[in-house]
C-alpha cells in the first residue's frame, strides 16, 4: 500500500548554521491535508571504535539541549559533498588521536524520522594507531575506554543515554558475534 | 571534568505544533562563546510489543521528512504531563489494536542529543489481547508481524532504518537472551 505524501506548500521557517526548519502541507493517500514539520539537517556519521583487546573507544561531552554530559561513540556531521568513511576517518582521529587502520561500514539509519532527515552513517573502526587529537574549537571532549560488554550492560541499565551510541554497541556486538 | 555550558542568550525562533526551535549563545568552560541551534520536542515512547510466538508487531508508515516509507515498531508522542507507560499502551492500541497485558519500562535514550531534546522512552509490550485499533486522523499505518531475528537480520542489512527500532529491537534481542 502507498502511503505517500504529496508537498502542496513548503514555507521555509529558520536557516540556521547546522540545521533548517520547514512546514509543509502535505495531501495525504486518503484525501486528507495535513502540516508536518521538519527539521533539515546535513547527516552525519559515528563510529565504534574497537581496539585489539575488545574496548571500545568513547567520548564524553557536554550536549546543551539536554543540559547534560553524555557517553557515545565519536561521531560528527557530514561536510558537503563529503564522503562518508573519509568524514568518520577524519572524526575519529580528531576527537580520540586514533588513525582507522580499517574503516567498515554497518549500516545507515534516520535518528528522529517523524520530525528530521538526520541520516547517521555507522561504522566499525579497526586496527587502531596512534594519530593527532584536534577536537573543533566549540567542542570539548574526554576520551575514556570499556569493555563492549561492559557498555551492553550500561545500555540496559539507563546509563547510555544517546541513540546512535546504543545503536553502535549493540549492532557492534551482534556484527562480532 | 565538567563541559557545561553556560546560557548567556537565548532566541525563540519557531513555535510549531510539534516542535519548537530557539537559539541559544552559550560561554563553554574554556571561555569561548558558541551558538547551539535547539529543537525542542515534547518527549516520545516507543513499544516492541511482543506476541507469545516471539514475533514483533510492527507498522509501516510514511515520514514525510525522509520521503519513504518506513517499517518500526508502534511509537507516539507524549501529551503534556501522559506518563510513558499509560501513553505506550495507548499508542499500541490505536495503532495495532492490541492492547498489553504487561508493559516493561526497558530504558529511555535520546534520539540526537547534538540538537534536539527528544527523549524516547522504550517499552516490551507482552501478553497481547484483541483491542480496538483507532490511528490519529493524519496518520495511516499498516501493519504486520515478523520473527525477532528475522529483524535482528534486516537491521544489519540495512532494511530497518528508523533508529527507535533498531533500539527497540536490539535491545530486545539483548534483554530476552
Not at 521555509?12 to 495535513?34: E, H
Not at 579497526?126 to 551492553?152: A, R, W
Amino acid at each position: 500500500m502507498d502511503f505517500s505524501e504529496k508537498t502542496i506548500e513548503s514555507h521555509g521557517i529558520f536557516k540556521g548554521k547546522i540545521i533548517r526548519v520547514r512546514v509543509d502541507t502535505v495531501l495525504m493517500p486518503n484525501g486528507r491535508q495535513a502540516t508536518r514539520e521538519i527539521v533539515e539537517h546535513p547527516g552525519a556519521v559515528a563510529v565504534v571504535p574497537l581496539t585489539a583487546g575488545q574496548e571500545v573507544v568513547m567520548v564524553r561531552q557536554f550536549r546543551k539541549p539536554i543540559e547534560q554530559q553524555t557517553l557515545e561513540i565519536p561521531a560528527g556531521k557530514l561536510s558537503p559533498g563529503e564522503n562518508p568513511a573519509e568524514c568518520a576517518t577524519r572524526e575519529l582521529e580528531e576527537e580520540t588521536g586514533l588513525r582507522a587502520g580499517n574503516i567498515r561500514h554497518l549500516f545507515s539509519f534516520y535518528t528522529s524520522p517523524g520530525f528530521s532527515d538526520e541520516i547517521m552513517h555507522l561504522f566499525l573502526a579497526t586496527d587502531l594507531q596512534p594519530g593527532s587529537q584536534s577536537p573543533d574549537e566549540d567542542e570539548l571532549i574526554g576520551v575514556e575506554k570499556f569493555q563492549l560488554g561492559q557498555l551492553v550492560s550500561m545500555i540496559v541499565h539507563g546509563d547510555i543515554v544517546d541513540a546512535k551510541t546504543i545503536v553502535g554497541v549493540l549492532a557492534a556486538r551482534e556484527v562480532l558475534g
